[in-house]
């Protein structure tokens, strides 16, 4: 996968991660990019290990399942570190 798709990855899967989880997350679409940018990486990297399922193609449903799992982890490991509650305002 190319450096410009995974970073359409990384974008698409934070926004995705960001609406699946409740509450309100801080930051605009590039917080949403590194996010999701972080997640891929991570989701990948747990993919490869765990399930021998690493990032390879972009239409394929286990990447992208992949990215938005770890963008997930991600965020739930930010809102631990911030503080937040995820409570809606």
Not at 1 to 20: E, S
Not at 31 to 40: E, N, P, S
């Amino acid at each position: 996968m190319g450096f410009l798709a995974f970073l359409l990855l990384g974008l698409l899967a934070g926004a995705i991660a960001k609406a699946i989880l409740p509450g309100k997350q801080a930051g605009g679409w590039i917080a949403t990019l590194v996010v999701g940018v972080i997640g891929a990486l991570l989701g990948g990297w747990l993919g490869s290990i765990l399930l021998d399922a690493p990032l390879e193609d972009f239409f394929s449903l286990r990447t992208w399942l992949l990215a938005i799992g770890g963008s997930i982890i991600v965020l739930l490991i930010y809102g631990a570190l911030t503080g937040r509650k995820g409570a809606r305002a």
